[in-house]
């Protein structure tokens, strides 16, 4: 048996219950990171034992440290085959490169890349300081963590 939608003119119009929310805002306002990590939630010292801060940090550092090897690993790769692709390509004439051109721009560039590092965002900033605060209050999982990550990356 097959149902049958009302025609849309019976439907009523929603457009009045619909709030539009502005999510940049809100974002702005209510970081999720606060939400977990923040102040309401208190540190991972009142809610987990020591060997539990350590385990998780542990196991977590492992996972970011081996999946930071493996990619690291496979754009080391990519970048060093384009360079090699380019160097035969060059040796055998199919194309010429211009290193005074090249190394001209390279020097552009660092000139640009050290004006802008010279003004950080203040967001760079904020997120610096609530790390910080962070591993401040968290120093046993955050030690776990870098142990983690370190045997990751020997793995």
Not at 31 to 48: A, I, L, T
Not at 114 to 130: D, F, Q, W
Not at 131 to 137: L, R, W
């Amino acid at each position: 048996m097959a149902t049958r939608n009302p025609p849309p003119q019976d439907y009523e119009s929603d457009d009045d219950s619909y709030e539009v929310l502005d999510l940049t805002e809100y974002a702005r306002r209510h970081h999720w990171w606060n939400r977990v990590f923040g102040h309401s939630s208190g540190p991972m010292v009142e809610k987990y034992s020591v060997a539990t801060q350590i385990v998780m940090g542990g196991v977590t550092g492992w996972c970011a440290g081996f999946l930071f090897q493996k990619v690291g690993k496979l754009a080391a790769t990519a970048v060093g085959g384009g360079f090699l692709l380019l160097q035969i390509a060059s040796h055998s004439g199919y194309v010429q490169i211009d290193w005074n051109r090249v190394e001209k721009d390279v020097n552009k560039a660092k000139r640009q890349i050290k004006k802008r590092a010279n003004k950080a965002a203040p967001e760079i900033n904020n997120i610096i300081e609530e790390g910080t605060e962070f591993i401040k209050q968290n120093i046993v999982i955050s030690s776990g963590f870098v142990g983690g990550f370190l045997l990751g990356l020997a793995s």
